[in-house]
């Protein structure tokens, strides 16, 4: 299984704004991938 390269504090704050709907994933998954 490939483990995600992401901290918990940076798991939070995506999960937070796809919540809220100020972002898609892939959106989301850019900016992170960058």
Known sequence: ???MKYSK???L???A???NGHQSI???TA???V
Do not use: W
């Open 13 to 15: 704050a995506i999960l």
């Open 1 to 3: 299984m490939a483990r």
């Open 26 to 28: 892939a959106d989301i």
């Open 31 to 33: 900016k992170f991938s």
């Open 9 to 11: 504090a940076e798991k």
């Open 17 to 19: 704004l796809y919540k």
